[in-house]
């Protein structure tokens, strides 16, 4: 047999080593694609959390900012009491705004008494937010997850010397300065926390 012919295939040697380095390649290939997906699938949800969240907060930024209070008048109030949960705080905010009609069929005065306060979801933590109408006659009212997935909610009011976390108009009879929320979600296993300032636009003369 002549060299030429001797050349013409490969040993068994050559196709398993072949055949091994194929196998680590495609893992690698295969890893690669799966890594990148799981990467976007991440940021989809992230970008799916901040748009949540933004919009939750400009939310509240609105709702205080158009609280509504008359010593006059027990209805309207704003109340916000101190609560901590497993050590993180879980602030809860009560208040009267105002607020768009609905455009449903029942009738709506624009006067609003919203609620939020931390819950628990399927073992995850959540803000709920509850809305009833100042003049309604409904008496249950259900509480809706206005966020999910949320770590801590605090809510300080600025008495115009400090930052407390507690406030009934019933007690200081009159609206705070200024209110801050910060809310802290947990993105891809660290801690974030986000705020937003709003001065309520109501003075009592």
């Known amino acids: ?11 068994l040697l050559e196709i398993l080593i072949a055949v091994v380095l194929l196998g680590i390649l495609s893992a690698a290939l295969y890893g690669s694609y799966f890594g990148v997906l799981r990467a976007r699938e991440r940021a989809s949800a992230g970008m799916e959390s901040r748009r949540e ?3 939750t907060l400009d939310l509240i930024r609105r709702e205080v900012a158009s609280a509504q209070f008359d ?11 101190d609560r901590d949960s497993f050590g993180s705080p879980s602030s809860t905010l009560e208040l009267t705004t105002l607020a768009p009609p609905a455009g449903q069929s ?24 509850q809305e009833k109408d100042l ?18 909610f605090l809510v300080e009011c600025d008495d115009g010397s400090k930052w407390v976390k507690s406030w009934d108009t019933a007690i200081n009879g009159k609206l705070p300065q200024s209110v801050r929320v910060t809310v802290q979600i947990e993105e891809e296993g660290k801690p974030l926390q986000f705020s937003v300032l709003s001065k309520p636009q109501v003075r009592e003369p």
């Open 106 to 129: 029942r009738n709506e005065s624009g006067i609003v008494t919203v609620t939020y306060r931390m819950g628990e979801k399927d073992t995850k933590r959540t803000l709920t937010r």
């Open 53 to 55: 969240l933004g919009a």
């Open 71 to 81: 010593r006059s008048d027990k209805r309207l109030r704003f109340v916000v009491e």
């Open 1 to 11: 047999m002549s060299a030429i012919s001797r050349n013409n295939g490969f040993t």
């Open 135 to 152: 003049f309604s006659e409904e008496s249950a009212i259900h509480a809706y997850p206005q966020m999910e997935q949320i770590s801590s």
